[in-house]
């Protein structure tokens, strides 16, 4: 099992950059897939981002290729969200969630039993 916290959100002008980070506790971080996803106002919670166990494989939704980077350190038990270029479309609450290596990867989000509490991005026009 393992517990994650989300941070780093904030409002940030279109064009500007954020960094989320997402914490997990306990010492089995590397057996885990992470995953950001992101739920803006009134629509589905979608992918957004994916990394394999050892940063092997990224994964990155269309809408936001080329423009964000997912990363993880597995010593410091944390992954991470580089968002630049951001737009008024990306504001949202950003999720991130875990599932075992040993399960394919998947950008459905009912395939995710960890998820961080979320953490507020708005980007303003």
């Known amino acids: 099992q393992v517990q994650l916290v989300d941070s780093g959100g904030g409002l940030v002008q279109a064009g500007g950059s954020l960094r989320l980070s997402c914490a997990a506790s306990g010492r089995t971080f590397s057996r885990y897939t992470m995953v950001w996803f992101r739920q803006a106002p009134g629509k589905e919670r979608e992918f957004v981002a994916a990394?394999?166990?050892?940063?092997?494989?990224?994964y990155y939704a269309d809408s936001v290729k080329g423009r964000f980077t997912i990363s993880r350190d597995n010593a410091k038990n944390t992954v991470y969200l580089q968002m630049n270029s951001l737009k008024p479309e990306d504001t949202a609450i950003y999720y991130c969630a875990a599932r075992p290596r040993s399960l394919p990867y998947s950008r459905d989000k009912n395939a995710y039993d960890y998820w961080g509490q979320g953490t507020q991005v708005t980007v303003s026009s």
């Open positions: 990394i394999t166990w050892n940063s092997g494989s990224t």
